[in-house]
């Protein structure tokens, strides 16, 4: 299925911490009967990301297909609000090095699931990264944005497998050691809202030298939209 892209385009109107963006984990908490501490479980290995976007000022409006408020209206109205899902290319994190970009093994059967290496045995690998010096911090990547500049065997170039909508390598053979990959990435979002209540278009000023400079300009604070995984 093909998702539309929103345009980032409007974030260089975007103002200081206007745009904001956090991974997201679901914990229950649990107080033993006895009193004594908490019991915490995570039911997600892996996270989400909520981004909230203000926008302070961008130029266009609906009749105007090229503008920036009506490429994001498009994406917006296409998704009927928050009823469907979209791509964005976050424009501070859309790629990946090889030095980053991991692989987990999601090989039905497979004797270290989501393992990080090859077993000789397993060939259906998910895409993924780690943020961080440690390696322990792993995030899935599911929608690869074009291929993917490269797919590493112990550090050798490899192009006998095949990729998957989800971001699921499948290779020919099954490989043995390091699996790394490196290239560019979408996150697929969905609206928290079926309205933009702070959408507002600025329109002229009156008592300015030059008021037209405004006419035109829109602002819409608290856009908030959330990754999701299919």
């Known amino acids: 299925m093909a998702y539309p892209v929103l345009d980032t385009s409007f974030v260089k109107f975007v103002r200081g911490p206007g745009w904001k963006k956090t991974p997201h984990y679901n914990t229950v908490t649990q107080k033993p009967a006895a009193g004594r501490g908490v019991v ?66 999601v090989t039905p059967g497979a004797g270290t699931p989501m393992g990080t290496t090859g077993d000789g045995v397993s060939t259906m690998f998910q895409l993924a990264r780690t943020i961080g010096p440690s390696g322990l911090a792993q995030d899935i990547i599911q929608n690869v944005n074009g291929s993917p500049t490269s797919v590493n065997i112990n550090g050798s170039p490899t192009v006998a497998y095949s990729i998957s909508s989800t971001g699921v390598v499948t290779f020919t053979s099954a490989p043995t050691g390091t699996l790394s990959w490196g290239g560019n990435f979408y996150y697929l979002c969905q609206f928290t809202e079926d309205t933009l209540q702070d959408l507002a278009r600025v329109g002229a000023i009156p008592n300015v030298v030059t008021p037209a400079v405004m006419d035109g300009l829109w602002s819409c604070g608290n856009i908030k939209f959330s990754s999701v995984f299919i």
């Open 40 to 105: 915490t479980a995570s039911l997600v290995p892996y996270p989400t990301w909520d981004f909230e976007v203000h926008i302070e000022w961008a130029r266009g409006d609906e009749k105007t297909p090229t503008s920036i408020i009506a490429a994001f209206m498009d994406v917006y109205m296409q998704c009927l609000g928050s009823g469907g899902f979209f791509l964005v290319a976050d424009p501070n994190d859309n790629a990946i090095t090889t030095g980053a970009g991991i692989m987990l093994n």
